[in-house]
């Protein structure tokens, strides 16, 4: 791993990490600002939950099937983030049908929303419903589900001290904006791409367990592009590179959530190199992953 370069703009990056998690945008990968950039209805932020959402199945078309994991859960609308990055909000229905792949609650019984936790990986059949995505059915696998509520009652006594850790943690990083930058791993992507190579995800578990061996290190997770294509495009797309990079941390490299800080897109602001040759900017197409302790608790 590298020292990073300069610390000014990742320091100003690092005020805005107060903010809620947002899973990234849904980009359509594209080589250059000449293709089309449809807009993607089902590309998520935020949860909004100030639109009432459309009961009527007989007038709606049929959507995408989303296959991820739910991320975020707010009354009747859930987030659910796929392998790449991408996230989409998916509403819940009384039409909706909710079940496990067997017979974990009986077979035949009709679930509940309650049974959809976060962190429990499923696969949606979605209705279009304008620009809202509607859920048909909603499928999970019963050990998945078994796993998730484990974590979410907190029954494993290693979650239960895993849970005061965090809050311990949590409680020492008050001042969120002052932290030492112990070491950068910068992973590279093709144009318009927001997959992972190989080379890539083999660099992020070794960073992540490194990183590990840093007592109270928090990773941020930064998305950049190179100059090609337009602002709105580029952002987007670094944001799914962000997006894609902390999934696989989390779900391949076993970095845990709490040890993550929200993730940014830079777009092309703050190059590493000129976007004036091939060279610099495939320099420029990267995800930087920083390893950061708060100065508070460095050295503790």
């Known amino acids: 791993m590298r020292a990073i370069a300069t610390q000014t703009n990742l ?69 659910v983030t796929t392998a790449d990055g991408s996230s989409s909000v998916v509403g819940i229905i009384p039409a909706t049908t909710i079940k496990a792949s067997s017979g974990l609650f ?37 050990n998945d589900f078994k796993t998730a509520a484990m974590i979410r009652n907190g029954t494993a006594q290693q979650f239960a001290e895993q849970s005061a850790a965090t809050e311990a943690l949590r409680g020492r990083m008050a001042d969120i904006d002052k932290y030492n930058i112990k070491s950068t791993t910068n992973v590279y992507f093709d144009t318009g791409k927001a997959s992972l190579s190989p080379e890539a995800r083999a660099q992020l578990c070794n960073a992540a367990t490194q990183a590990e061996q840093t007592d109270n290190a928090l990773l941020l997770v930064v998305g950049y592009t190179d100059s090609v294509g337009s602002d709105d495009y580029n952002q987007t797309l670094s944001e799914k590179r962000a997006g894609a990079t902390i999934n696989f941390l989390q779900q391949q490299c076993h970095w845990k959530p709490w040890r993550m800080l929200t993730p940014t897109g830079m777009a092309k602001a703050d190059p590493a190199a000129s976007n004036d040759t091939p060279e610099g900017k495939a320099q420029n197409r990267r995800v930087s992953v920083n390893v950061l302790v708060s100065k508070s608790v460095d050295g503790i």
């Not at 459309?54 to 078309?61: E, G, I, N, R």
């Not at 962190?119 to 048909?136: C, E, M, N, R, Y």
Request: a neutral charge; charged letters at 15%.
């Open 11 to 79: 320091c100003a990056m690092i005020a805005v990490l107060t903010l809620p998690l947002a899973a990234p945008a849904l980009a359509q990968d594209a080589p250059s600002a000449q293709q089309a950039q449809p807009t993607d209805p089902a590309a998520a932020g935020p949860i909004n939950v100030d639109r009432a959402l459309p009961t009527d199945t007989a007038s709606m078309t049929p959507g995408p099937e989303l296959k991820g994991v739910i991320t975020a859960r707010h009354g009747d609308r859930l987030k």
């Open 106 to 142: 009986g077979g035949k019984q009709k679930l509940g929303p309650e049974a959809l936790l976060n962190g429990l990986p499923v696969t949606v059949k979605t209705l279009q419903a304008g620009d809202q995505l509607i859920a048909s059915q909603v499928v999970f696998r019963n």
